[in-house]
């Protein structure tokens, strides 16, 4: 979502013009990814063991599924880092003004994008910190701790499940918090003075001064 919010802003007076193949590729490549690494990091998994708890980690999966969590931590650092990136530029591409209305549109609807996406990784990148940091403490400590401890505290720690728990209800809230304030600032456009009450409402809604060259 942040490449393609980043893209829509550098095209922005003509992304909507460029069809849904970027949005397929994306969405496509992002896929493809994730079942790669899942598959890289369970491969060597023996089906064939019996486990006293249905578990993908264990004593031969244990080694990339520590890589996976590191390497999911960095991309939620990247992606987080990139996000403020197309804020900061978004917001200085705001502050211009134009008059193409596709831009002004691009523009604010990063805006919207962003300020869900933020949070999002913000919660994201903290729950894989921690679940990295529990894996790296547990793992060096793996010869000290009795096996049935290890596995119990390694299963305590996987804090995944409680993520994928609450992210859709976060998604709703910002989502609803998004949706209020796009009301609100519909609600104070359309109360207006009565003199030239259609150019200002225009005014405000597209912020016309410049025209866009990009």
């Known amino acids: 979502m942040v490449l393609e919010r980043a893209i829509a802003l550098w095209k922005r007076s003509h992304y909507e013009a460029s069809g849904s193949a970027l949005g397929f590729v994306i969405a496509g ?46 991309i939620n650092l990247v992606a987080l880092f990139f996000s403020g990136l197309v804020f900061f530029f978004n917001a200085a591409a705001v502050r211009k003004r134009y008059i193409n209305l596709r831009s002004s549109y691009q523009l604010r609807e990063n805006i919207d994008v962003i300020t869900v996406i933020i949070p999002l990784s913000v919660i994201h990148s903290i729950c ?8 790296v403490i547990l793992f060096a400590n793996q010869q000290f701790i009795p096996t049935v401890t290890f596995w119990i505290l390694l299963t305590a720690t996987y804090i995944v499940p409680y993520y994928t728990l609450i992210s859709p209800l976060i998604l709703l809230l910002l989502l609803k918090l998004s949706s209020r304030k796009r009301a609100t ?30």
């Not at 089906?47 to 960095?74: D, H, W």
């Open 128 to 135: 894989h910190l921690l679940l990295s940091i529990a894996g």
């Open 29 to 74: 490549s992002s896929i493809f990814a994730g079942a790669a690494l899942a598959i890289w990091s369970l491969i060597q998994m023996d089906l064939r063991k019996e486990l006293v708890y249905c578990t993908v980690s264990n004593s031969a999966t244990a080694y990339r599924l520590q890589i996976r969590s590191y390497a999911l931590c960095g």
């Open 185 to 214: 600032k519909l609600i104070t456009i359309t109360k207006t003075p009565s003199e030239n009450e259609t150019f200002t409402a225009y005014s405000k809604m597209w912020e016309v001064v410049a025209i866009d060259k990009y």
